[in-house]
């Protein structure tokens, strides 16, 4: 049996591609680093790589090793007090992000929406190149085009309904750039190299931008990190960017995502690891609930029920929603909320006022969670989140008597229902997302959710649990009787939703639909059966 030790040493190189269901991401075969990628950028990302590359995998290596062990039953825990826990340190938080109360996030290839985005009030702008945007090379370059051109306010794109072109009005939005994660690799830069996606993202991002030009300093929102250690690889990567800028080492600000559960218990720690560029952190529940059930995967009281009768206050949540602004506030940080799922609809009034009205109540939930501001995906929510926090933050409020270590995995008990609906409901929508990812699109709007990649290994991950603890956990029928979720089972509901989904788009206009069905009912099903649940 191999050591804890020598199973990180094995962890340490990325798959194979060959071993991989989701390609790479890499350049086209025609790509000419030399001739393709700005004068000079070569040059700049050569140390970085050097320095940074090695370290991106040790890291992976450490995630794969604490995801074992949870799996054996060694699940991870806070750490022992530090400095970061135990010190009355602050930041500075500036003025020009004083005011984050909603954080408008979208995908970043898509030109018309960051300018709608921009142009919405929100106080933020979360210009995504992850979760919401197709990991493919045309996407990934597209997006970055367009965080230069609105970082410099030239963005702008052709509205055909008022045959005008559009720009970016003048306004003090704090404009964001995600990055993809840490666990993703870009191909075809280097040849026969991988480079750390995100290295090659911010990299990209921070060698052409004027910083003298920038209405604030460069802001990155950093996801999908698994431990406090994570933190010190993003604080060289923006401070050496920084020197070879030549500009001070603390230039380039940050907030973070709480997207896993080990980082739940590392908030703390991460934030003072990154104390000189940190501005707040953000609770990325839909990431952080494919975490939860991940690391619990071998414990059958975390079988959870169907996702759409979880409620927003699950214990789960409420739990981190009441930690996380404690932890922020303590230091001088802002504490964001999550995305609400539900979207509004310019079509269907019932529709609209039942979206509306549940991000009423969610963000109000988190307004009195003590968190400074929200996330949103569409113009017509904004004004609706920003009301629900009454004052620009809530940095000097902390609860009396705050539970600083509270219990991160109560069981989902007593909660929701597991249904066979839910499990169809499920299977459906993995098709009809990854068939939107095969058609370049990161996110897709189905039956009134948005739904990207964090929903996505949500459901994957929920179809798995059913089936491994088909013996033990009762997932109901119409009817009320219980059927067990077996391998054979799954195919039979994939084959069904397949057939429903070719019958209901057979009369479109898309030659190519029924084949990327089929596609993406593969890709989502074998990735099922062979436990590929990170968010890929």
């Known amino acids: 049996m191999a050591t804890g030790t020598s199973k990180l040493r094995e962890a340490l190189a990325p798959p194979p591609f060959s071993n991989r269901i989701i390609p790479t991401n890499s350049a086209p075969a025609d790509f000419d680093a030399v001739r393709d990628l700005p004068k000079g950028f070569l040059e700049f990302l050569a140390p970085l790589h050097a320095a940074l590359t090695p370290r991106q995998r040790t890291l992976i290596a450490h995630r794969d090793y604490a995801l074992a062990e949870a799996h054996a039953g060694r699940l991870p825990d806070y750490l022992p007090p530090s400095v970061a826990t135990t010190n009355s340190w602050r930041i500075e938080l500036p003025d020009w992000c004083a005011d984050q109360r909603n954080q408008m996030t979208g995908p970043a290839d898509e030109a018309d929406l960051v300018v709608k985005m921009l142009n919405s009030g929100a106080p933020g702008v979360m210009l995504d190149l992850e979760d919401s945007t197709a990991n493919t090379w045309e996407h990934n370059a597209r997006g ?25 009005q003048p306004s003090s939005t704090v404009i964001f750039t995600r990055p993809r994660g840490l666990h993703l690799y870009q191909a075809g830069v280097l040849q026969g190299e991988l480079l750390p996606a995100p290295l090659f993202d911010v990299a990209l991002v921070a060698y052409q931008t004027d910083f003298g030009a920038l209405q604030h300093p460069l802001c990155i929102y950093i996801p999908k990190s698994e431990s406090a250690d994570e933190a010190f ?15 001070p080492a603390n230039a380039i600000k940050c907030m973070a995502l709480v997207e896993s559960h080990p980082l739940a218990l590392q908030m703390e720690e991460f934030a003072w690891n990154l104390r000189d560029h940190i501005l707040g952190l953000n609770l990325g529940r839909w990431d952080y609930m494919a975490s939860l059930i991940h690391f619990n995967l071998e414990n059958p009281e975390w079988v959870l029920p169907d996702r759409n009768t979880i409620p927003h206050n699950v ?13 922020c506030h303590k230091h001088g940080l802002l504490a964001i909320g999550g995305m609400t799922a539900l979207y509004p609809s310019r079509e269907d009034a019932a ?42 933050n809530q940095l000097l409020t902390r609860p009396a008597s705050a539970n600083t270590r509270p219990n991160l995995r109560p069981a989902p008990t007593g909660i929701g229902q597991r249904t066979l609906a839910g499990t169809r409901a499920a299977i459906r929508t ?40 088909a013996e033990t956990v009762e997932i109901l029928d119409q009817n009320g009787f219980a059927i067990r979720h077996t391998p054979e089972l799954i195919e039979q509901l994939f084959d069904e939703e397949l057939d429903r989904l070719l019958r209901e788009t057979a009369g479109e206009n898309d ?19 062979r436990g590929e649940f990170n968010p890929v």
Do not use: C
Request: aromatic content about 8%.
């Open 144 to 168: 970055i085009t367009n965080i230069l051109e609105a970082l410099a306010g030239r963005l702008t794109y052709f509205d055909a309904k008022r045959d005008k072109t559009v720009a970016i």
């Open 233 to 247: 690889w993003w604080r060289d990567l923006f401070q050496m960017i920084a020197r070879a800028k030549g500009l």
């Open 315 to 327: 214990a789960f949540f409420q739990n981190l929603r009441n930690l996380l602004p404690e932890i």
């Open 351 to 392: 529709l609209n006022a039942r979206a509306l009205k549940v991000l009423a109540e969610d963000k109000k939930n988190e307004s009195l969670s003590l968190m400074d501001g929200a996330w949103t995906g569409h113009p017509d929510q904004n004004e609706i989140a920003v009301s629900q926090f009454p004052v620009p």
């Open 430 to 469: 993995v098709i009809r997302y990854r068939h939107g990812v095969l058609k370049g699109k990161g996110a897709s709007l189905l039956d009134g959710y948005m739904e990207d990649l964090a929903t996505d290994r949500i459901y994957r991950l929920m179809i798995a649990q059913r089936m491994r603890h």
């Open 511 to 529: 030659p190519q639909a029924a084949a990327r069905l089929r596609e993406a009912r593969a890709i989502s099903e074998e990735m099922i059966h």
